[in-house]
């Protein structure tokens, strides 16, 4: 399981039981990848491209294939719909305990990479701004709730200095 940029096995018996993933030696393993060692990742994204102007803010997010209820997010950008790609420059930072489910995950299992957006032109846009609407019409704020208004006078300049802007300093 990976929370808060921490990976944790979905099953704890990679731990008790160190064959359940035969194919996985140790010493066959690069140093960055020794059992319970702490592994440093970071996932990059970097720009979409090829998203059409019929999508405004848009936004990627990528998730791990077996924690699909929690998934990382860049913030959503304006698309200009011109032929630049958006950039994103999002990054995200893990660290993971390096245990045998890890490795066997990372070996097979992908992550999951989706860009969303608002479709602009969809039908029903067109019908809902010929539609009157009433309730959109902004009205005053129920009287009874605030204070009566009190006066207020015109602020009246002080006599003892005079304009701002004639005051030199000294040299």
């Given amino acids: 399981m990976i929370s808060e940029g921490n990976y944790q096995p979905e099953n704890k018996q990679d731990n008790a039981n160190p064959d ?7 010493k066959e393993l690069p140093d960055h990848l020794k059992i ?11 720009e979409a491209s090829g998203i059409v102007s019929e999508y405004a803010d848009i936004f ?4 791990f294939l077996h924690r699909h ?5 860049t913030e959503p950008l304006k698309n200009s719909g011109k032929t630049h790609p958006l950039g994103f420059y999002h990054v995200q930072n893990f660290t993971v305990t390096v245990t045998k489910s890890f490795i066997d995950y990372i070996k097979s299992q992908p992550l999951v990479f989706e860009v969303f957006g608002h479709y602009q032109l969809h039908p029903l846009h067109d019908q809902a701004k010929e539609i ?8 005053p704020p129920p009287r009874r709730k605030f204070p009566p208004m009190i006066p207020v006078s015109k602020p009246v300049p002080s006599p003892k200095f005079g304009m701002i802007a004639d005051i030199t300093p000294p040299r």
């Fill in 20 to 26: 359940i993933f035969p194919d996985i030696l140790e």
């Fill in 36 to 46: 319970g060692s702490q592994l440093m990742f970071r996932v990059t994204i970097l």
């Fill in 60 to 63: 990627c997010q990528f998730n």
């Fill in 69 to 73: 209820d929690e998934a990382f997010s």
């Fill in 132 to 139: 009157p609407n009433n309730y959109n019409v902004t009205r």
